[in-house]
């Protein structure tokens, strides 16, 4: 890095007369900052939305039961619903011999006498193993289901996770919404700044010229640039996070206000201190991209003459 | 030291046409000549600002035809500078012109405000430190520039019409100052057209005349 060539004395010289060149120009500066903060803004936001809506996700109590079918040859139904009771947050666990079963499935298909017809009821036991309130989340059912269906003696275990299933895609979908924003207006800071800083080297180009005249190194003429770069990002950051922050702030109480309605009590999850870090080091990094790129491009071409 | 050094540019014009020549250490000479001989090509071949088509160019036994570009700030920092149209930075004081030229070398910083100082004195313009240089005459920004090209100390003091812009008088300072700067020790090269000024302090010329030495 050329950029580790440039004594620790000197970053600390040009990081000053860098502040001080963005502070004496506050209106252009600001005007930059927030523009780039918008659009950091926008997918650290829908990053918060995505992370809400599935820890609600979490929340929902689904129907809560689930059927374990048995293998045609179970063993002894008994230990297995000795087992089944263990399990950390099962509430009830109910036997359905197959002959309740046959005379459940007759009912509900309307077949009256027609099974009685057949020598061998060919529907296995089951047991209806219900999850205690607050236990029914659906990363629950899903593991336990799991779990269980491992068992020997268990051939299937079924529950109604449908709805589970479309509200998680409906986020997944939102989140690739974010990831494919997040990509594009990251290009967009980039962009941004790499415009900023090409038009700060032209206005400087009789500076640069002096500097590399009386014998400035490449990464001293670079320096100054970068620093404005890195300086542009992290302050945009630092408003993105204060826009996030607002945001997350007053839609929470319409939030709360919402699902109490609903009898529920939910609070929108604000952006964590490792969150808000992150945006900061994302806008610092894309700043300093951005400079890079255009100093790379810009600064070999001016040379004294 | 050039040997047998010759720039040909993109558009075919052949600036310098093997031209030798060595100036020994703590020597001055005056690079004469028409507009167009050659004089400022072959003080950009010194500093690296321009490469030789051919030939080599020697500083201090290096050559520098062939220095690698990460190079040329040290061959540069090691040269003194000073330009016709002297290339002083207009939104800094003369004080921060000149200690740019101790900030890009690294200079300690404590000790930079000292050697300005002290640089200001010997050309004379220790009143004008804290002024812009758009506030000061055409014989005072030629100081500053002299000034800052003398800050690091060089070996080597090269000139590219110093006096090219200024009267008779203002003139004559400004190649006395740089006659002091040889008695002390420095080699100096100065280009100039003005044929009075080698004739008025008895020094010896280098005479190029469309590409090649004459003299």
Known sequence: ?305 | MLDRVSKRYPQGHAALQGVSLELAPGSMHFLTGHSGAGKSTLLKLATAIERPSGGRVLVDGTDISRLPRRKIPFLRRAIGTVFQDHKLLFDRTVYDNVALALQVSNFPRAKIAGRVQAVLNRVGLERHRNKYPITLSGGEQQRVAIARALVNKPDLLLADEPTGNLDKQLADEIMDLFYEFHQFGMTVLVATHDLSQPERLGLPQIRLEQGNLVA
């Open chain 1, 1 to 305: 890095m050329s950029v580790l060539r440039v004594p620790l004395r000197q970053h600390r010289e040009i990081l000053g007369e860098v502040l001080g060149r963005l502070a004496r120009s506050p209106g252009a500066t600001l005007m930059t900052v927030f523009v780039l903060a918008a659009a950091l803004a926008l997918p650290a936001a829908l990053l918060v939305v995505t992370d809400n809506l599935e820890r609600l996700a979490g929340h929902f109590e689904a129907p809560g039961t689930l059927s374990v079918f048995l293998a045609t040859d179970p063993g002894d139904p008994g230990a297995l619903e000795d087992r089944l009771r263990a399990l950390d947050g099962v509430a009830t666990v109910d036997f359905v011999p197959p002959d309740q079963a046959l005379d459940e499935a007759s009912r509900l298909l309307g077949l009256g006498d027609a099974l009685q017809g057949l020598s061998d009821n060919p529907l296995p036991g089951s047991f209806r193993v219900t999850l205690g309130p607050g236990r029914r989340s659906p990363a629950r059912m899903a593991a336990l289901a799991e779990t269980i269906g491992g068992w020997q003696a268990v051939d299937q275990v079924q529950y109604d996770r449908r709805w589970v299933e479309r509200f998680q895609a409906a986020v997944d979908f939102l989140r690739r919404t974010g990831g494919v924003t997040a990509v594009l207006l990251g290009a967009v800071v980039v962009l941004i700044i790499g415009n900023t800083i090409r038009l700060a080297v032209l206005n400087r180009r009789r500076e640069i010229e002096v500097t590399k005249m009386i014998g400035g190194t490449d990464a001293f003429v670079r320096l100054p640039f970068l620093y404005t770069g890195l300086l542009q990002g992290l302050l945009a950051a630092l408003v993105a996070d204060v826009l996030v922050a607002v945001a997350v702030g007053v839609l929470g109480t319409s939030a709360a206000d919402l699902a109490a309605r609903y009898g529920a009590s939910f609070a929108l999850y604000g952006p964590g201190p490792d969150y808000l870090l992150g945006l900061l080091a994302v806008g610092g990094g894309l700043g300093w991209l951005g400079s890079r790129l255009a100093v790379g491009r810009h600064l070999r071409d001016i040379e004294p003459a």
